[in-house]
């Protein structure tokens, strides 16, 4: 089955260093991927997708992410952080084939920026 | 564009009522869409997956009779919690997918007293 794994559930950085959220997927055919934001009490807004186009996904609010094959990865990255940046953010994937149209999310980092 | 919208975005009952949550796809048709419940301080949970006219496919361990769901339109979505109890306090997000990806609503927190 599929799997997403987030290293780190807690992130913390100061304003205007970069950010870096890691996340592996386990599938040996690269699913689609995701990145989603989530502020407290809101739902998840979509930052970015990975689907088999562009390796390197630009997505909004400045973040970006890298597909790379060969260390079954797609870390989010931010080139400097934002006191907004602050939320929760959760990798999810859906196979290519076979797994219908779920998605399986990691458990999520928690990022907090720090002044 | 890619609007989904909850109504209530948050409700109170009592033990023993139902109670019913809207989801809607606002700019777009999506023949499917998901329900998710979401516990503090973790991930979100597939209760179960809806598609327009037909029933819905629950997620292993989510009591269909508990937790009813109705796909009536390409753009509305319902989740009824039957006879709530305090242990279904959570918070309930939505997502409707018009293709591949996900699109979430705002989500719907559900406190049972």
């Known amino acids: 089955a599929q799997s997403v794994t987030q290293l780190g559930s807690h992130v913390s950085v100061s304003e205007g260093a970069l950010v870096l959220l890691r996340c592996n997927y386990s599938s040996s055919v690269p699913p689609y991927l995701f990145w989603y934001v989530q502020y407290p009490n809101q739902g998840l807004q979509l930052l970015l997708k990975y689907t088999s186009a562009a390796t390197l996904v630009k997505g909004i609010n400045g973040f970006e992410a890298e597909f790379k094959k060969s260390e079954t990865s797609f870390h989010l990255t931010k080139p400097s952080a934002h006191m907004s940046d602050a939320a929760e953010y959760f990798c999810?994937?859906?196979?290519?084939?076979?797994?219908?149209?779920?998605?399986?999310f990691g458990t999520g980092t928690q990022l907090k920026v720090e002044l | 564009g890619a609007v989904v919208s909850q109504h209530p975005s948050w409700v109170i009952c009592k033990s023993g009522t139902s109670v019913k949550i809207e989801c809607r796809s606002l700019?777009?048709?999506?023949?499917?869409m998901f329900w998710y419940r979401q516990f503090p301080k973790q991930s979100l949970m597939l209760m179960a997956t809806s598609n327009e006219g037909s029933k819905a496919t629950y997620e292993q361990g989510v009591e269909k009779d508990k937790f009813l769901i109705n796909h009536a339109s390409l753009t509305l979505s319902t989740l009824t919690v039957t006879s709530a109890h305090p242990e279904d306090s959570s918070f309930y997000i939505c997502?409707?997918?018009?293709?591949?990806?996900?699109?979430f609503g705002p989500g719907t927190r559900l406190t049972v007293t």
């Open positions: 999810a994937v859906i196979p290519v084939t076979g797994g219908g149209n779920k998605l399986t």
């Open positions: 700019d777009f048709q999506a023949t499917t």
């Open positions: 997502s409707a997918q018009p293709h591949y990806e996900q699109y």
